[in-house]
């Protein structure tokens, strides 16, 4: 276990090493990385200038929702990155036979491919948002909801590693790399930047019980404001709500086990 | 006819080569596109349903309505390919690898070969998502109860021609874009930071983000004269009406002048790129 933790930090050390060689490439990666990723903060303080406000919510809320989702997809996409990348580059390549040869844990071995530096552009500026939305809150800040906001981070973090090794685990079988996992990754943060109660029904359904952002994005960070569900959740459910964020990211790593099993390779 | 304009009518015929056999070969990536259209398609839900929260409290009316909204946002996403917001992969491959040195032996014009290729990437990808996309929003989502998001085709046929036009500027202007991101890779040799960086631009400029009109008033004179609006903006707001027919002309020309000057000071800058190139590897 220790042996693993140190050889997951081994690697991603030699992968800060190898990104510092493209040092100029890296400095424009982070800053285009976040204005791309923060522009979608600039879209919400338009709309909100033009119409005042979004219903019942006001800005400060909405991009205490905003905040939360971006650093936290921030940092699975900056750990999560061999996952990511694993159909095309790992299975389809038949490289995964080279990382199975290894006397080590392949999720370690997968998890520490690549540490993708850059994605630090899209956490800074999530963070920047989230802390001028609490600042801006009419409701106090004290040390509870820091650390409900904290569980709503880690839960986040834990449902969106969890969908990347989902995404990973799918390409055992199809060999390609499926970009449609894309939709509930780039297109969970794009829904989870607003409160869930202003969709759809049916499409609220579907990102509470079957993809459950709503349960690590949504819920958790309703005490974290400081008002009631206009959807009518109690605050129990909503300080257990990012449990499920755990649970989704372990019965992920159980499905990877599976697929590991099940690998043919591709290779020649 | 002279020498040179057989030269000239054989080099137009080897970049019209160029062009159809990369065309050809992206037009396989099927599976890509389905994947493509999909996401396309969640995209433009979850911004209409956000569009449609903001516009269901409006006291104010905004200076584009839901209806114009809509038609922006389905046209935004069955068009994405379109938006220069990400350069070949077989380019970047040829930096990296060092091979850009074959491409620069050869006896061609370095920028007219790869604005073919670009071309190519830019359309094929596109054409492929077009359809299906367009059969959603146009045909799919009134049959599900959902007319009041539905795309619908143009007022008359004036302004599906402008409309059309507008789409050429389009292209082209999305095409210089890219090749000045491949340009880019002279100097930088990895093109991905570039690449981010015009993203962000093109991303907000183009009214990606949210239609342009629905940003403030005071940076409205700033935001009418950037050319990222030739992407998106002008095209889909003629589309939908919001640009009436009497400035639709003015509006085209001005995309048009913008391909004109990005076109000719890439060009130069392409010259000067070719003295710089570090070609990688032994």
């Given at each position: 276990?220790?042996?693993?933790?140190?050889?997951?930090?081994?690697?991603?050390?030699?992968?800060?090493r190898?990104?510092?060689?493209?040092r100029?490439?890296?400095?424009?990666?982070?800053?285009?990385?976040?204005?791309?990723?923060?522009?979608?903060?600039?879209?919400?303080?338009?709309?909100?200038?033009?119409?005042?406000n979004?219903?019942?919510?006001?800005?400060?809320?909405?991009?205490?929702?905003?905040?939360?989702?971006?650093?936290?997809?921030?940092?699975?996409?900056?750990?999560?990155?061999?996952?990511?990348?694993?159909?095309?580059s790992?299975?389809?390549?038949?490289?995964?036979?080279?990382?199975?040869?290894?006397?080590?844990?392949?999720?370690v071995?997968?998890?520490?491919?690549?540490?993708?530096?850059?994605?630090?552009g899209?956490?800074?500026?999530?963070?920047?948002?989230?802390?001028?939305?609490?600042?801006?809150l009419?409701?106090?800040?004290?040390?509870?909801?820091?650390?409900?906001?904290?569980?709503?981070?880690?839960?986040?973090?834990l449902?969106?590693?969890?969908?990347?090794?989902?995404?990973?685990t799918?390409?055992?079988?199809?060999?390609?790399?499926?970009?449609?996992?894309?939709?509930?990754t780039?297109g969970?943060?794009?829904?989870?930047?607003?409160?869930?109660?202003?969709?759809?029904?049916?499409?609220?359904?579907?990102?509470?019980?079957?993809?459950?952002?709503?349960?690590?994005?949504?819920?958790?960070?309703?005490?974290v404001?400081?008002?009631?569900?206009?959807?009518?959740?109690?605050?129990?459910?909503?300080?257990?709500?990012?449990?499920?964020?755990?649970?989704?990211?372990?019965?992920?790593?159980?499905a990877?086990?599976?697929?590991?099993?099940?690998?043919?390779?591709?290779?020649t | 006819?002279?020498?040179?304009?057989?030269a000239?009518k054989?080099?137009?015929?080897?970049?019209?080569?160029?062009?159809?056999?990369?065309?050809?070969?992206?037009?396989?990536?099927?599976?890509?596109?389905?994947?493509?259209?999909?996401?396309?398609i969640?995209?433009g839900?979850?911004?209409?349903?956000?569009?449609?929260?903001?516009?269901?409290?409006?006291?104010?009316?905004?200076?584009i309505?839901?209806?114009?909204?809509?038609?922006?946002?389905?046209?935004?996403?069955?068009?994405?390919g379109?938006?220069?917001?990400?350069?070949?992969?077989?380019?970047?491959?040829?930096?990296?690898?060092?091979?850009?040195a074959?491409?620069?032996?050869?006896?061609?014009?370095?920028?007219?070969?790869?604005?073919?290729?670009?071309?190519?990437?830019?359309?094929?990808?596109?054409?492929?998502?077009?359809?299906?996309?367009?059969?959603?929003?146009?045909?799919?989502?009134?049959?599900?109860g959902?007319?009041?998001?539905?795309?619908?085709?143009?007022?008359?046929?004036?302004?599906?021609?402008?409309?059309?036009?507008?789409?050429?500027?389009?292209?082209?202007?999305?095409?210089?874009?890219?090749?000045?991101?491949?340009?880019?890779?002279?100097?930088?040799?990895?093109?991905?930071?570039?690449?981010?960086?015009?993203?962000?631009?093109?991303?907000v400029?183009?009214?990606?983000?949210?239609?342009?009109?629905?940003?403030?008033?005071?940076?409205?004179?700033?935001?009418?004269?950037?050319?990222?609006?030739?992407?998106?903006?002008i095209?889909?707001?003629?589309?939908?009406?919001?640009?009436?027919?009497?400035?639709?002309?003015?509006?085209?020309?001005?995309?048009?002048?913008?391909?004109?000057?990005?076109?000719?000071?890439?060009?130069?800058?392409?010259?000067?790129?070719?003295?710089?190139?570090?070609?990688?590897?032994?």
């Open positions: 276990m220790i042996n693993g933790i140190q050889l997951y930090f081994r690697l991603l050390s030699t992968s800060i190898s990104q510092m060689q493209y100029g490439s890296f400095v424009f990666l982070t800053i285009g990385h976040f204005l791309t990723t923060g522009i979608e903060a600039l879209g919400i303080l338009a709309l909100f200038d033009r119409f005042g979004l219903n019942e919510w006001e800005l400060p809320q909405v991009v205490v929702f905003y905040g939360t989702v971006n650093i936290s997809f921030a940092l699975t996409e900056a750990f999560a990155r061999g996952f990511d990348i694993f159909g095309g790992l299975v389809k390549t038949g490289e995964f036979d080279r990382v199975l040869l290894r006397p080590r844990s392949t999720a071995l997968i998890a520490g491919w690549e540490l993708q530096m850059h994605r630090l899209r956490f800074l500026q999530g963070l920047v948002v989230l802390v001028l939305g609490l600042i801006h009419d409701s106090t800040f004290s040390i509870l909801s820091f650390f409900t906001l904290l569980t709503a981070i880690i839960g986040t973090i449902f969106f590693y969890g969908v990347l090794i989902l995404q990973a799918m390409s055992f079988w199809t060999i390609e790399s499926l970009e449609i996992a894309n939709v509930l780039y969970g943060v794009e829904t989870a930047q607003y409160p869930m109660a202003i969709y759809k029904e049916d499409f609220r359904r579907f990102f509470t019980y079957v993809i459950p952002i709503a349960c690590v994005a949504y819920f958790p960070l309703l005490p404001i400081g008002i009631p569900d206009p959807l009518g959740s109690s605050r129990t459910f909503q300080h257990l709500a990012p449990l499920v964020g755990g649970l989704f990211f372990l019965a992920s790593l159980t990877w086990q599976l697929g590991v099993r099940y690998y043919k390779s591709t290779g | 006819m002279s020498l040179k304009t057989v000239f054989h080099s137009v015929q080897i970049y019209w080569v160029v062009f159809a056999v990369r065309f050809k070969t992206l037009l396989q990536y099927r599976a890509a596109a389905i994947a493509g259209v999909i996401t396309q969640f995209w839900s979850i911004k209409l349903m956000i569009m449609a929260a903001f516009y269901a409290q409006a006291t104010v009316a905004p200076p309505t839901f209806p114009e909204v809509v038609a922006y946002v389905w046209l935004g996403q069955v068009l994405l379109l938006l220069p917001w990400n350069h070949d992969p077989e380019l970047d491959q040829l930096f990296r690898t060092g091979a850009v074959y491409e620069l032996l050869r006896p061609l014009d370095l920028y007219m070969l790869w604005f073919a290729r670009i071309l190519a990437f830019r359309t094929a990808p596109t054409l492929l998502r077009l359809v299906p996309g367009l059969i959603f929003a146009m045909l799919l989502l009134p049959l599900i959902l007319e009041e998001w539905q795309l619908k085709p143009p007022e008359d046929v004036v302004t599906l021609v402008l409309f059309l036009c507008s789409m050429v500027a389009t292209v082209l202007l999305s095409c210089v874009f890219t090749i000045l991101m491949a340009g880019a890779m002279f100097w930088t040799i990895e093109g991905r930071g570039v690449a981010s960086l015009m993203n962000g631009l093109v991303v400029f183009s009214g990606m983000v949210i239609p342009l009109p629905l940003f403030p008033s005071w940076l409205q004179p700033f935001l009418q004269w950037q050319p990222f609006r030739g992407l998106c903006d095209p889909y707001r003629i589309y939908s009406g919001n640009i009436a027919t009497d400035q639709a002309v003015a509006e085209i020309t001005f995309q048009f002048g913008w391909v004109a000057i990005l076109l000719a000071s890439t060009y130069v800058l392409f010259s000067f790129a070719r003295q710089k190139v570090v070609v990688q590897g032994g």
